[in-house]
C-alpha cells in the first residue's frame, strides 16, 4: 500500500470515529521496548528501546472506543557476545519509526482495557553494526510498513494506567530478502519482520464530553 493511500484510509477511520463518539479523551505516554526480526536467524528480544508518543480516545459507548496514537518507536534486532563459548562478536540493527496505530478499545471492567488495531510506521533512521563498528545497511528498509497490535491497559489510579502491548510487522521491513528469512501471515511474503514487546506509563490529561 502507497503511502498515500495509507494515509487517506487512516484519515477516513478518524473522521468516522469522531462523527460517531461521544467523549474524547487524550493524553500521553513513555516506556521501553524489547524487541527482535523474525528472519535474521537470531533469537531472544535482546535489542532495548524506548517508546514515547501521544493520544486522543475516542469513545463511543462506557465499554468500547478507538484510539489514535502518534509514537515515536525503536525498533531492531541485537546479538551479544558469548564469553564462554569464546564468541566475541556483536550485531545490533536499529530502526526507528514514527507509528501511527489505530486501535478498538473494549473496557471488560472498570480497571481493564483491551485493545487491538492496525498501525503504519514510517521509517526515520535505520544503522547496522557489527562489532561495535557501523556497517553500510545490507539492504534498504521499506520507508513505510504496516503492523498489528494487541495489548492491555491497567488503570489502578485515576487518569494514570500501566499499559502491555505486543507489536508484529504485517509486511517485511526490507527491500530484499536474505538467508533465513522467514514466510508471514498475512501477506505470506519472505522477509524480516519487528517483534515488540512495550512496556509503558499512560497519563490522561484530558477529557471532554458525554457518553450516552
Same mark, same amino acid.
Given at each position: ?66 484510539q489514535l496514537e502518534l509514537d515515536y518507536f525503536q525498533k531492531g534486532s541485537q546479538d551479544n557476545a558469548d564469553f564462554e563459548s569464546g564468541d566475541y562478536s556483536t550485531y545490533k540493527m536499529?530502526?526507528?519509526?514514527? @507509528? ?27 544503522? @547496522?553494526?557489527?562489532?561495535?563498528? @557501523?556497517?553500510?545497511?545490507?539492504? @534498504? ?72
Amino acid at each position: 500500500m502507497k503511502p498515500r493511500i495509507a494515509a487517506i484510509v487512516l484519515s477516513s477511520l478518524l473522521i468516522t470515529f469522531v462523527s460517531n463518539a461521544q467523549q474524547f479523551d487524550g493524553g500521553m505516554h513513555a516506556g521501553i521496548v524489547g524487541s527482535e526480526v523474525d528472519g535474521d536467524t537470531l533469537g531472544g528480544m535482546n535489542k532495548l528501546g524506548i517508546f514515547a508518543g501521544v493520544y486522543t480516545g475516542l469513545q463511543i459507548s462506557k465499554k468500547a472506543g478507538f484510539q489514535l496514537e502518534l509514537d515515536y518507536f525503536q525498533k531492531g534486532s541485537q546479538d551479544n557476545a558469548d564469553f564462554e563459548s569464546g564468541d566475541y562478536s556483536t550485531y545490533k540493527m536499529k530502526a526507528d519509526y514514527l @507509528e501511527v496505530p489505530v486501535l478498538f478499545q473494549f473496557r471488560p471492567l472498570e480497571w481493564l482495557q483491551l485493545e487491538a488495531g492496525p498501525s503504519m510506521a514510517l521509517l526515520v533512521n535505520a544503522k @547496522e553494526y557489527i562489532n561495535g563498528n @557501523e556497517q553500510s545497511l545490507f539492504a @534498504e528498509f521499506k520507508p513505510v510498513t504496516f503492523n498489528a497490535i494487541v495489548g492491555a491497559n491497567f488503570e489502578f489510579i485515576r487518569n494514570l494506567s500501566v499499559n502491555v502491548r505486543f507489536d508484529t510487522s504485517l509486511d517485511p521491513i526490507r527491500e530484499e530478502d536474505f538467508t533465513g528469512n522467514v514466510k508471514r501471515f498475512p501477506f505470506f511474503k519472505y522477509g524480516q519482520y519487528h517483534n515488540c514487546l512495550v512496556l509503558s506509563l499512560r497519563y490522561r490529561f484530558l477529557r471532554f464530553g458525554t457518553i450516552r
